[in-house]
């Protein structure tokens, strides 16, 4: 990519730090400890097409976070902030945050982020919308919802508000009423949140990684071979698989990018995510995971409009494939910031900068939304 093209651009990169909790292990992928080296890479891909970077990290003093961004007025936000408590909305609320200071950001807004959290309303929306989701998708709230309806068994039950596998583990695949229930219920009092159960597709699995503003680019496709997993354990992309690194199920499944599949097949997954992520409002980047059904039509699992963006695994592997390199992609994602989303109105702020509030004023709302 030709650095000479590139507009240089003053770039906050905001991701979230915590307290080191006693609970992290090493073994365990998804630490604190690697969001801040991925955030490290990261900042060095963006300086290597001379940005200027500074990494802005949110722990729990919003008003110090925000001072700093009014301090440094970046030309744009790159964001990275990652939910890391259960059921939490907090991806939504800072994409919100950054956007009422009035500042561009990367990736999608609040209302795709928070959308997709809820996997209960991402699927009704795109089932109206007649993007194809498994079978039965259903909400439990109590373990009495059970009842209510007929299960094509086996069904596979996870937390309704959470990610990166959480929740997902060797009995989340139910093949009868008094397993449904028991993981149910394991699922409302561990996690404080409903529980979503749907028919579980035992076809094969992909992810499709996108990037782009108005020209979205479709990645070349990953599949997930479950194929070396010893029977017994289901064929999910479980907590354990995704980032126990001592596990049978990290270490017996991998990802196969390019995947394997013929042309019409290919296009019927790459539509069928294309359709989903702008469904849900996503934009700039995401990743939607797609399982085959018994008539080999793809139906989305998830809409990721946070994905994993670090080097070398998920969307920038598959980017590489296509001769993208790491920061091509980040530059992609930084350009699509400054294109949309689409009718997300740049309004005047009522933000104060530390100063004597100034009186609200109304802003008449334009005549026409472009
Ligand atoms: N209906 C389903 N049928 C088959 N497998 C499923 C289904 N729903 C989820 N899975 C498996 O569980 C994994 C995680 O589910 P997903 O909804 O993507 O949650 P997460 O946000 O934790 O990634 C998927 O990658 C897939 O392997
Ligand atoms: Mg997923």
């Known amino acids: 990519m030709g650095k000479a093209r590139i507009e240089k651009r003053k770039i906050a990169l905001i991701y979230n730090t915590y307290g080191e909790s006693a609970s992290e ?13 991925q955030i490290r890479r990261m900042a060095r891909a963006l300086r290597s097409l001379g940005h200027a970077v500074t990494t802005v990290p949110l722990a729990n003093d919003i008003s110090a976070f925000q001072r700093r961004l009014m301090r440094l007025k970046p030309d744009v936000i790159f964001n990275q902030y990652d ?39 991402s ?25 209510k309806r007929a299960w094509p068994f086996p069904v596979i039950v996870q937390p309704s508000q959470e990610h990166a ?30 529980a979503l159960a749907q028919q579980f597709l035992p076809g094969r699995e992909f992810n499709v990684g996108l990037v782009g503003g108005k020209r979205l680019r479709v990645l070349p496709l990953a599949e997930v071979d479950y194929s070396r997993l010893p029977s017994g354990i289901p064929a999910i992309m479980s907590y354990a698989c995704k980032w126990m690194e001592d596990s049978v199920e990290y270490q017996k499944t991998r990802v196969i990018c390019p995947a394997r599949v013929d042309a019409s097949l290919a296009s019927s997954i790459s539509d069928t995510a294309v359709r989903a992520f702008r469904t849900v409002g996503g934009w700039g980047y995401g990743r939607v995971d797609i399982r085959l059904d018994a008539d080999s039509v793809p139906r989305v699992l998830e809409v990721n409009c946070n994905p994993l963006l670090d080097a070398g695994v998920g969307i920038a592997r598959s980017a590489k494939k296509a001769g993208m390199d790491y920061p091509h992609l980040l530059q992609l994602i930084v350009d699509a910031a400054f294109e949309g989303p689409p009718h997300d109105l740049d309004l005047p702020i009522y933000f104060t900068q530390g100063r004597k509030a100034k009186p609200a004023q109304w802003i008449p709302m334009p005549e026409a939304i472009p």
């Open 165 to 194: 596998g959480i929740g997902l583990d060797r009995d989340s695949v139910v093949g009868s009423k008094s397993a449904l229930r028991r993981k149910v219920r394991g699922i409302l009092e561990a996690y404080r949140q409903p």
């Open 123 to 147: 699927a009704s929306l795109l089932q109206g919308a007649g993007v194809p989701v498994p079978l039965c998708t259903a909400l439990l709230e109590r373990i009495g919802d059970i009842d």
């Open 25 to 37: 292990s090493h073994a365990d992928r998804g630490s604190a400890g690697d969001l801040r080296l």
């Open 83 to 121: 939910d890391v408590v259960h059921g939490a909305l907090y991806e939504m609320r800072v994409a919100t945050l950054v956007r009422i200071m009035g500042f561009p950001m990367t990736g999608s807004p609040a209302l795709g982020l928070g959308l997709t959290r809820y996997k209960y309303m």
